[in-house]
């Protein structure tokens, strides 16, 4: 009996996986995930991995939650200790009161153990041994086993599991049968041997409705697929290759004539982002609908075309799965680190809009939604992913589409306009909002056509360096930005049960875990307004929401306070008004941390009489 | 005045072709490359080769990037589209731009400091990828916008216009395209027209990815002795392997009539490549004799100018990529939105 009473708790509890990468447990770990959302109870998985293939440690973390909180948690009530390499780390990461479950063949030292915790060993290697022969098989059943074991000590239904094994094996009937009784092994294993079920246990409920279970880059690629890119170029990088490698699958699936068989979409492994980039402008300027997946150090190369992008005015949509960096940084740890380094890419003076979604929902929404504003715009349109929405399996609303939707293809001048006499200058703003008509190339034998250049000319697109004519062109593209603010997804605000004076703004993946500190900061007396920032440039509401606050906390996942920089500088707002809040180890931001700065800053406020700030 | 614009006066007895245009409806902006540049002569050289093929001008997609030679495309064909884009990256542009319409014919055109050093690899991967492309790099072994600097086809021990000599190898951009599997190879030389302008008329004709090396002296930091890529040098060691004349579908065929020394190569479109030899042994189809032979008369001081390679079978980017035939950018929502009922089966999957 360990000193600490262990934690007993229903559907509600951290389960992490200690793993040695390439060991083959992932699918086990993932199943595991699966199984508990087929009870009807919520969960949150992460994975956390090395930037290496093969023999480093990682970590599978689940998080069982039947009020639905979707951000991490942090703490680990129970730790599946698989990797002997971290077994010290791992075991010291447990909660009081926690569980450790142990591969117990091999005889540990008591003093390899906590007191405050419950041990449970189950003598997989024996187990598989004594089972399989072959060194592989004895590999990936070992998991299989360990899932067993784990469906008994916390009172899962083993049918539940059976029902998702039979789904992942479906036409293969041999892979099938022998999962199953591995599974059983485990099972009968630790009822026969174990005090089954312990303090944590799943039961089952009805709390995940229609959500679907699916990651970020999944769903982004997917929304590529509905908002219609035909062409996509991309170069492999964590964490974005997943999204070029989901977008082929669902267009071999999705996008081939019925008839003919061939592709209604083209996709080239570019020899590098700068290539990558530049087959997406040749495309846009072409009038397909084009796309890149990258992440930071892919931006970077690719900045010099974006500024191209800018100024001569071609669509192209950026999915930018974020990563730590600078430089290779952390590859495989999730930030939110490129807001500035997009909002500004390239030299000179430029600004591209950038989209923040909060979970795969959104990503596949806004990917969609990209191209009709890059047509729109006439610009490089950003999709701000991070690798925590994008390599992390999610719970969220299904995805849905609306049949009658047609895409939005921008000023596109035709060659039945061009006849009707109508006038074609390809820099003209027309309308008094900034976005002039193109042509697409081959439109019409004598009208509409143009010389596109990097380099400065008039709104006839006819080469001029006249500082007048230049500075023309550059006011207007301000105009479009401005016009931008309306087009693109506005905040999304709630506000506390109570009037308060102090608000919080916070975007993307950080979303789930500010909506549970919301409650956390609730229970000790802290009311804030919140705002959700879903894209640059800024609705006119973001300003109007930091007037409307004494002061507003900016939540974010990077060191510089990047998207406060941002506010401040396009909205010239005092900076003092606005409170950084940031947290950027690579791990996922969660709520206790944000309760905890935040919670920590009003508690001294409280007293601190508060020098009253002029907005 | 930054730009110019030539008058719209036309010729009444100018002789028109088969889609009765005339050679002004070939041609573009006045050029504003130094007066003698041998790229106004490739400039002459692409609409003579336009206007011979009878093609719709606007039909054409002239892509370049930055040099003085890439800024050639806004002085050809002013009724077709044309993209100035960043240094060194024609060939991606490019790449993309013929993936979003496969039905327009692309024209890239570039220098030497673009596709040999900054772009390198950009040249090196469309050439491999064979987008169905003409890919011609207006070579005069200096960068000749910024002004005289060594490019990376400079011969090594030629000399600079200040008197220094370059201890640099030279990259032979043709011994590459040969290398990476261009299905249309060929060098010539700007101040050639007659040999010039049908080849680029069988680039033009040819399906996959056409490379032409044109030398193209820079009169301004390149035409000077001690040069190997002036006027001059080229002329006295131009090595031509055969002229070509390009018959169109259309045009009754009687260049057979004269055997032993033409050599008719028919392309997938139709087009017939009469190549009149000079070099008797010299044969069209094989690679890896025209890599030895380019070496061989290169060791020897010469420039082999000429079609050096065709292979009339060639297949395509998009034929590798099974894409459909219609071009990407007409497809409208209903082509390609998959809809909701097969969304409904995709979030039936994810549950
Ligand atoms: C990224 C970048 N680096 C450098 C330059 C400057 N630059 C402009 S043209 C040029 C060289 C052009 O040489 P080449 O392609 O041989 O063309 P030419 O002018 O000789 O016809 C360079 C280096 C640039 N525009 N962009
Ligand atoms: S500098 Fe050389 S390459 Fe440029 S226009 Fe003058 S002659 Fe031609």
Redesign the interface.
């Known amino acids: 009996m360990s000193a600490t009473a262990p934690i007993s708790s229903v559907n509600d509890f951290v389960v992490r996986f200690a793993n040695v990468n390439g060991s083959g447990s992932a699918s086990a770990n993932e199943m595991f995930a699966r199984s508990i959302?087929r009870h009807g109870v919520p969960v949150s998985p992460r994975n956390i991995f090395p930037s290496n293939i093969q023999g480093l440690p990682t970590w599978y973390e689940v998080r069982v939650t039947e009020d639905g909180h979707l951000g991490a948690r942090g703490g680990v009530d129970m730790m599946v200790a698989m990797n002997p390499q971290t077994w010290d780390k791992d075991v010291a990461s447990i909660e009081p009161g926690g569980y450790l479950f142990y591969d117990s063949t091999k005889p540990m030292p008591a003093s390899k153990f906590r007191e405050d915790i419950t041990v449970i060993g189950v003598p997989l290697t024996a187990i598989t041994n004594s089972t399989y022969t072959d060194p592989r098989q004895r590999q990936l059943f070992k998991n299989i086993i360990y899932l067993g074991a784990l469906s008994a000590l916390l009172d899962m239904d083993p049918k539940v599991i059976e029902q998702l094994i039979g789904e992942q094996y479906k036409t293969k009937e041999k892979l099938l049968s022998s999962n199953v009784h591995a599974l059983h092994l485990g099972r009968d294993w630790a009822l026969q041997n174990l005090k089954c079920p312990i303090g944590l246990r799943v039961q089952k409920a009805d709390k995940v409705g229609?959500?679907?279970?699916?990651e970020g880059n999944n769903a982004a690629a997917?929304g590529a697929?509905?908002g219609?890119a035909?062409?996509c170029?991309w170069y492999p990088i964590t964490p974005s290759s997943s999204l070029a490698d989901a977008f082929t699958s669902h267009c071999k699936r999705?996008?081939h004539?019925p008839e003919?068989?061939?592709?209604?979409?083209?996709?080239?492994q570019?020899?590098?982002e700068?290539?990558?980039?530049?087959?997406?402008?040749?495309?846009?300027?072409?009038?397909?609908r084009?796309f890149t997946a990258t992440s930071g150090p892919g931006v970077s190369l690719m900045t010099?075309?974006i500024g191209?992008t800018y100024f001569a005015e071609i669509p192209a949509v950026i999915m930018n799965v974020q990563r730590a960096g600078p430089s290779t940084g952390m590859p495989t740890r999730t930030q939110q680190c490129d807001v500035i380094s997009c909002a500004y890419a390239s030299h000179g003076d430029t600004k591209h809009p950038l989209l923040f979604p909060e979970d795969p929902h959104e990503a596949f929404e806004m990917a969609a939604q990209c191209f009709d504003l890059a047509e729109r715009l006439q610009s490089t349109v950003f999709l701000m992913l991070d690798l925590d929405i994008g390599m992390n399996h999610r719970l969220c609303r299904?995805?849905?589409?609306?049949?009658s939707?047609?895409?939005d293809r921008g000023k596109v001048m035709t060659a039945a306009m061009l006849d009707e006499g109508r006038d074609f200058g390809r820099y003209l703003d027309v309308d008094g909002d900034g976005i002039p008509f193109r042509?697409?190339?081959?439109?019409?034998?004598?009208k509409g056509?143009?010389?596109?250049?990097?380099?400065s000319r008039?709104r006839y697109a006819?080469?001029?360096?006249?500082g007048a004519v230049y500075q023309d062109n550059m006011q207007r593209l301000l105009r479009k930005f401005e016009t931008a603010k309306d087009l693109v997804p506005r905040p999304l605000q709630a506000n506390a049960q109570k009037p308060t004076k102090y608000g919080v703004i916070y975007y993307g993946s950080t979303s789930p875990a500010m909506d549970e500190a919301v409650g956390m900061l609730e229970a000790r007396g802290h009311q804030l307004d919140r705002l959700r920032i879903r894209a640059f440039p800024f609705h006119s509401s973001v300003a109007s929401f930091i007037a409307d606050h004494d002061f507003v906390y900016v939540v974010e996942q990077n060191r510089d306070a990047q998207l406060r920089q941002l506010i401040v500088n396009e909205n010239g707002i005092d900076p003092v008004r606005l409170v950084p809040i940031l947290h950027y180890d690579g791990t996922p931001i969660t709520a206790r941390f944000i309760a905890k700065a935040i919670g920590d800053h009003q508690d001294q406020l409280k007293v601190t009489p508060l020098r009253k700030v002029v907005s | 005045m930054?730009?110019i614009?030539k008058p719209k006066f036309h010729h009444r007895d100018l002789p028109k072709n088969e889609l009765g245009y005339t050679h002004r409806d070939y041609e573009g902006k006045i050029s504003t490359l130094c007066a003698g540049c041998g790229h106004d002569s490739i400039t002459a050289a692409i609409i003579e080769a336009c206007f011979d093929l009878s093609i719709?001008?606007?039909?054409v997609?002239k892509?370049s990037g930055i040099g003085c030679s890439s800024k050639t495309?806004?002085y050809f064909l002013?009724?077709?589209?044309?993209?100035?884009?960043?240094h060194g990256?024609m060939?991606?542009?490019?790449?993309?731009?013929?993936?979003?319409?496969r039905?327009?014919i692309y024209l890239g055109v570039s220098g030497d400091g673009d596709s040999a050093s900054i772009g390198f690899?950009?040249f090196?991967?469309s050439i491999r990828?064979g987008v169905n492309m003409t890919y011609i790099v207006e070579n005069n072994g200096v960068y000749g916008l910024t002004k005289g600097q060594f490019s990376a086809t400079a011969d090594r021990g030629s000399k600079s216009k200040r008197g220094v000599t370059n201890s640099d190898n030279a990259i032979d951009m043709v011994a590459i395209a040969l290398q990476l599997g261009a299905t249309y190879v060929a060098r010539s030389f700007s101040g050639d027209k007659h040999q010039l302008v049908p080849i680029i008329e069988g680039a033009i004709r040819h399906q996959g990815a056409a490379f032409i090396d044109v030398i193209s002296p820079c009169i301004a930091f390149n035409n000077h002795t001690g040069s190997t890529k002036s006027f001059d040098y080229v002329r006295e060691h131009n090595e031509a392997v055969n002229r070509l004349d390009v018959i169109t579908g259309r045009a009754p065929i009687s260049i057979d009539q004269a055997p032993g020394t033409v050599q008719v190569v028919e392309q997938h479109d139709g087009t017939k490549l009469a190549l009149r030899k000079i070099d008797a042994d010299y044969d069209v189809h094989d690679r890896l004799a025209a890599m030895a032979f380019l070496q061989k008369h290169a060791a020897k001081g010469q420039v082999v100018t000429g079609l050096l390679y065709v292979d009339p079978e060639a297949d395509d980017?998009?034929a590798n990529?099974?894409?459909?035939?219609k071009a990407?950018?007409t497809?409208?929502?209903k082509?390609?939105?998959?809809?909701?009922s097969?969304?409904e089966k995709?979030?039936a999957s994810?549950?």
Not at chain 2, 56 to 59: D, G, M, S
Not at chain 2, 321 to 325: D, H, K, M, Q, S
């Open positions: 959302i229609d959500r679907i279970f699916v997917l697929v509905y219609g035909t062409v170029a999705l996008r004539d003919t068989k061939k592709a209604k979409y083209a996709i080239v570019g020899e590098d700068i290539a990558s980039i530049g087959i997406v402008v040749g495309a846009g300027w072409n009038g397909a084009a010099e075309f191209l299904p995805f849905k589409w609306d049949e939707k047609q895409y042509t697409y190339p081959g439109t019409h034998p004598t056509s143009y010389f596109t250049r990097g380099t008039d006819r080469y001029s360096e006249e | 930054t730009y614009a719709e001008p606007h039909r997609a892509i495309p806004d002013g009724n077709s589209h044309g993209f100035n884009t960043v990256r060939p991606s542009v490019l790449t993309g731009a013929n993936l979003a319409n039905e327009l690899g950009q090196a991967h990828r980017l998009h990529l099974n894409t459909v035939e990407l950018n497809l409208e929502a082509d390609l939105c998959p809809g909701s097969a969304l995709i979030n994810l549950r």
